[in-house]
């Protein structure tokens, strides 16, 4: 599996774009190749694909386009770290996409950009991950087909551990202590990415507390996410983190290079990790912050919608129902032969052989006990508002208690814009 090439923009980030949008009318859809097939008979689709890291991914998603015979499929797969400003752009034009993939995101439903898929996941409702449901559902509607489910975590070198007399971290003050303890003269002991802010909202749940309520008030200003905040700026400015690294968090190169004892990475990566160290390799969840908090892992992962502005809506909802309901072998290729990821459907997921034993069954266990899924009320907005938390009080010496408080009014004025 090929490291994440062309940029730092994660395909598995937790940004979100859709606040674009507006801004992005007047400009034009990913130059003058539409994508738009000139050939074969019946309908034309189009599909937008980020590039992903692992390779053979764009040649699987384009053979099962090909296999599709009531549509001519033709996928733009977007490189480069800019698929928001090439498909928001696009889904504007006379040339929009008819089919993409993207993260839950309210403000798409909100503005009616992307079609109600409640009628095909309907009949297999019952057989996805309920919170996968549940994260793409607006007013009993559900809004998207999830595709695979990503969950993050740590990753660790046991070899390591075990030479630095170490235990796996349960708490974060263990962790702290852990980097300590492995840091050496080539190996830092720990890198939760270059900005730290992969980890934010898993610092937020292992506190205890909660990005929005389930009345969609802002959750996260407490007094232990505080506390879990100044945690992280003293292992920030304890030469024990792993800073500047050349790739990003979503990419092993600096766990397996042996530049960290501890990585926050993927369980897409694990079969990179295990090409190139073999079974010394561990996963652990992030720890628990504060008497009250509870480990955590973010399940991150990627979902394909119906741009319901498009031409061909209805033949869309067709092409998306016979790939990702019908197709269930497709399904498990997607999500096991190039990284591993969690088949959404729960019977594929039960069914998935390379995902029972070792480590991605580790994985799996730490998803099902401690995994977090996208909330669609929470926005680009509000995530970059806990981005700025990080910034001033973990990367510079803000006060988190004030750093909080300024993200929480900034939140709770997005909510007032989506729900009064």
Known sequence: MSAMSNS???????????????????????????????????????????????????????????????????????????????????????????????????????????????????????????ADITSHTVDGKIYGVRMIDDPQFFFYRPSLFEKANVQVPTTLEELIEAAAKLKTSKVKGAYLGNDITPVQSPLIWSAGADTLTADNKPAFNTDAVADGLKQLRSLFTSGNLLLGAPTDWWDPSAFVQGLTAIQWCGMWAMPAMQKALGDDIGVFPFPKVGSAGKQSVYNGGWSMFVNAKGKNVEAAKEYVKWLWIEQKQYQEDFATSYGFHIPPRTSIAQSATKLKTGLPAEGVKLFNEFGHFDNIGWTQAMIAAINDVVANSVRKDGDPKAQLAAAEKKVDAELKKLFG
């Open 8 to 130: 730092n923009w994660s395909r598995r980030s937790i940004f979100r774009a859709a606040a674009g949008m507006a801004a992005a009318g007047s400009l034009a859809a990913c130059g003058g190749n539409t994508g738009r097939s000139s050939g074969g008979s019946g309908t034309n689709l189009v599909q937008y694909f980020h590039a992903y890291g692992e390779a053979g991914v764009e040649q699987a998603v384009k053979k099962y386009a090909k296999a599709y015979d009531k549509a001519n499929v033709t996928t733009q797969w977007i490189t480069g770290n800019n698929f928001d400003q090439k498909l928001f752009p696009a889904l504007l034009t006379e040339n929009a996409p008819d089919v993409f993939e993207f993260h839950p995101q309210i403000q798409l439903v909100k503005s009616g950009q992307v079609a109600d898929l409640t009628d095909i996941i309907e009949p297999v409702k019952s057989d996805f991950n309920q």
